[in-house]
């Protein structure tokens, strides 16, 4: 609630600026984006992107198209946390790295996005295409494997995001790659 009284106040400080004779419209338009995208746990997703080498703007997005930010969120399918892992995923990701945490550590915010941009790595150790890894984190690995043996859905080796067999996945791929340009866009200077 404060952020939104923050940002209305904002916007009617440069509705007055705008009247005033101000050009404010690219201000206005940019505090809506940031609204739009926040980075919430920054210290967390700053500190896991250096670990996994990932660039930050993709675990943002990841985020943002996973839970919202919510780091309570439980999914239908019952994935949760900040980054929605499936219990069995996140015990296999435990055992994976040798660690020990008990399953609702996962709604943990630092355990939670360190786990989800380690399986970031992981799935793009397994593929070499961040779309790949996109459409893995949401779709399984095992389907994305599946789908790059099928030579009707490849362009020069990658999966074509018109054709992919999910139409969860296609709206998916669009949205992370969409928050991705808008991160860098709007918070790492493209």
Known sequence: MK?????????????????????????????????????????????????HDIEPARIFAVILAESGFRYDAVSRAEAKGLMQFMPATFE??????????????????????????????????????????HMAYNAGLSNVQAWLGRPELLENGRIVHELIPFGETRRYIQRVNNAISEYRRLYFDE
């Open 3 to 51: 952020k939104l009284t923050k940002l209305f106040i904002a916007i009617l400080l440069l509705v007055a600026l705008g009247i005033s004779g101000y050009h404010v419209f690219p201000l206005v338009q940019r505090e809506i984006d940031r609204w739009r995208h926040p980075i919430h746990y920054e210290e967390y997703v700053m500190a896991a992107a250096r670990q």
């Open 92 to 133: 296999w990701l435990v055992r994976l790295r040798g660690l020990d945490y008990d399953a609702d550590d996962v709604f943990t915010p630092s355990v939670n996005i360190d786990f989800g941009a380690f399986y970031l790595r992981f799935l793009y150790n397994q593929l070499g295409d961040w779309d790949h890894v």
